[in-house]
């Protein structure tokens, strides 16, 4: 497959007459380059300043197009920018105020002394910090640079514009403030300490690009030591949005979700997710494979911790043998694996009615153009491809309905319900290329977010007196002392009204 097109910017002068920019542009298509877009920067006298953006192969190919713009006549060559590099210029977020500091009057308010209060109650009551602080939108995406993209372990400074991406998602999507945070650390135990003595600031941790192992136990510990959400995006968020695309998927065939037979290649962080997900969801019939076959009890080979436990709670036909053995007759393929892991042959052995989620990226396991004709329904990671099942479309929106009821754990009821919420998205407009809205649908966001902040209330996952409670405002912005004060004396107040109207006691016998 070729790899995937880069976007470059020529900076140009060119001179003022007819035809010259067609000339350009038409130069650059016939060495084989996109062009993007135009955008006239300046003149002078009988030269136009232009940035002339085009899609390349790769930088010998940019290469080569700055060369021959070098040699046309009427043009020179003043500048190349690199468009990914570009947009990362000084990162891509930042730090803003929710409050402006004119005068002394605003900074006694917003600082000291006024902030001294602020702190009062909360030392008093640390849920006063959900309403009063950024606590209450705010999320730490946490990486030691393990396990990033595509890249594998670069260590977690390189991994910083990931995070930072990840960051500007949370806050474009879902108006959630979030944090990168790099740890350098690989022993977990140390690394779940690190994180637990900087949570307190937080509503919500997101751990992401951690590798497997060690990303169970991570998050393990530190669900079990934390009363904030903990979730792992690499695991969960991918189980999320592939629910929400097999339950559309399941409409498209006419068929209960709990009646389909699924093979699951990949038994990594996300393949382990998604497996326990579907379980949750009603799924029986689930069969793991790795690179050395269906992943059951007796099989000798690469059976860690994980495998075993998954080859314990799957595979209720007691399959063995190679992924093409685990295909015939299965109705669905999920694969996070490798690229052109699954031949076309063994798609063909399975159910009249597939669906083929192939999720490897960039390069998926069998290619869309290759199975289309082939299946009923069709995913990808990819953005160029129907369905794309991307993350995108459950983090935002489930942090937003965490943070809004400021739940204490992410259970998978909240799960499922995030996905069910993404499925009804799509509603009657389902079709075998559409199981899955759009990632930039924004009508996504608000509709997991309520699911999510229910299913957390009904559960009672949510912390008492903070946002969402029943606790009047007046109430909150009470010092504690006083409120119990205050409290005491209405109770009092009542209880002497309760005696005064009591009737007397009747003298009648």
């Not at 949370?170 to 990168?180: Q, R, T």
Request: glycine share 8%; charged share 25%; aromatic share 4%.
């Amino acid at each position: 497959m070729p790899p995937l097109p880069q976007r470059i910017t020529f900076r140009l002068a060119i001179e003022n007459e007819r035809g010259m920019l067609g000339h350009v542009t038409t130069a650059i298509d016939d060495h084989g380059g996109a062009v993007h877009a135009v955008q006239r920067t300046g003149e002078q006298r009988h030269v136009i300043f232009r940035d002339v953006s085009a899609d390349i192969r790769d930088p010998a190919h940019g290469d080569e197009l700055a060369a021959m713009l070098n040699d046309l006549d009427g043009v020179e060559l003043l500048a190349i920018s690199d468009d990914v590099v570009a947009n990362h210029e000084g990162g891509k977020i930042r730090i803003e105020t929710t409050r402006e500091v004119h005068n002394a009057a605003d900074l006694a308010l917003v600082y000291t002394p006024g902030v001294a209060k602020i702190c009062r109650m909360i030392a008093d009551d640390p849920t006063v910090a959900y309403r009063l602080t950024i606590r209450s939108n705010s999320v730490a995406v946490i990486t030691d640079g393990s396990a990033v993209l595509g890249l594998g372990d670069i260590g977690p400074l390189a991994s910083l514009p990931v995070m930072e991406g990840k960051a500007m998602l949370f806050k474009s999507f879902g108006g959630v403030d979030a944090y990168p945070i790099l740890v350098e650390e690989r022993d977990p135990d140390m690394f779940v300490d690190t994180v637990a003595r900087i949570a307190s600031g937080f509503g919500g941790i997101n751990l992401e690009d951690i590798s497997a192992p060690r990303c169970f136990e991570i998050e393990g510990k530190l669900r079990r030591r934390l009363d904030i959400p903990v979730f792992h995006d690499d695991q969960h968020g991918t189980a999320i949005v592939v629910l929400a695309a097999l339950i559309n998927a399941a409409r498209v065939v006419e068929r209960d979700l709990d009646s389909l037979r699924i093979v699951v290649q990949g038994i990594g962080a996300a393949g382990v997710a998604i497996i326990e997900l579907l379980q949750a969801a009603g799924v029986t019939d689930i069969v793991p494979v790795d690179i050395d076959g269906i992943v059951e009890p007796t099989r000798k080979a690469g059976l860690d911790p994980i495998r075993r436990r998954i080859a314990k709670r799957t595979n209720p036909r007691n399959l063995s043998g190679s992924a093409e053995v685990a295909l015939v007759d299965a109705d669905v393929f999920i694969g996070v694996s490798g690229p052109d892991s699954l031949p076309l042959e063994w798609v063909q052995t399975m159910s009249e009615d597939r669906i083929v989620f192939a999720m490897a990226n960039p390069t998926p396991e069998i290619h869309p153009d290759v199975a289309r004709n082939h299946v009923r329904v069709m995913a990808t990671g990819r953005s160029d491809f129907p369905n794309q099942i991307n993350n995108v479309l459950a983090f935002p929106g489930l942090f937003r309905g965490l943070l809004d009821c400021a739940a204490t754990k992410v259970t998978d009821e909240m799960k499922i319900a995030a996905a069910h919420g993404i499925a009804s998205i799509v509603g009657a407009d389902l079709a075998p290329d559409y199981v899955i809205p759009s990632p930039f649908d924004r009508s996504v966001v608000p509709v997991v977010a309520e699911a999510v902040a229910a299913t957390a209330r009904e559960q009672g996952h949510v912390r008492p007196g903070s946002a969402g409670s029943l606790e009047s405002e007046s109430q909150v912005a009470m010092h504690g002392a006083a409120r119990r004060a205050v409290q005491r004396a209405v109770a009092k107040r009542f209880s002497d009204q309760a005696t005064s109207d009591q009737p007397a006691a009747s003298t009648e016998g």
